[in-house]
């Protein structure tokens, strides 16, 4: 089992910054990527970012290229979304997972952290 802890979120204004956290434990070696989902209100889940573990080859969402960046520290097992130009539509629940392998789902998430961004 892999736990994952979300930090970071907050209230902040349009065109603001905000770094989220993500803290991983338990049995991280099984992790072969790390991911950035959200959910706002009245929506679905979405995808934002995306890290390979080993190499760390990102990928992410074409509403958040060139402004969200997604990094991690395996010294530390943890992986941050850096946020900046943040936008009233980035508002909702961000969550961390991680998944095993590649090309399955992701196994394990993590409870959430809440991005509110005001105009």
């Known amino acids: 089992q892999v736990q994952l802890v979300e930090s970071g979120g907050g209230l902040v204004q349009a065109g603001d910054s905000l770094r989220l956290s993500c803290a991983a434990s338990?049995?991280?070696?099984?992790?072969?990527?790390m991911g950035w989902f959200r959910q706002a209100p009245g929506k679905e889940r979405e995808f934002v970012a995306r890290?390979?573990?080993?190499?760390?080859?990102?990928y992410y969402a074409d509403s958040v290229e060139g402004r969200f960046t997604i990094s991690r520290d395996i010294a530390k097992n943890m992986v941050y979304l850096q946020m900046n130009n943040l936008k009233p539509d980035d508002t909702a629940v961000y969550y961390c997972?991680?998944?095993?392998?590649?090309?399955?789902?992701?196994?394990?998430w993590g409870q959430g952290t809440q991005v509110t961004v005001s105009s």
């Open positions: 338990g049995r991280t070696f099984n992790i072969y990527g």
């Open positions: 997972a991680a998944t095993r392998a590649m090309g399955r789902g992701y196994d394990y």
């Open positions: 890290i390979v573990w080993n190499g760390g080859r990102t």
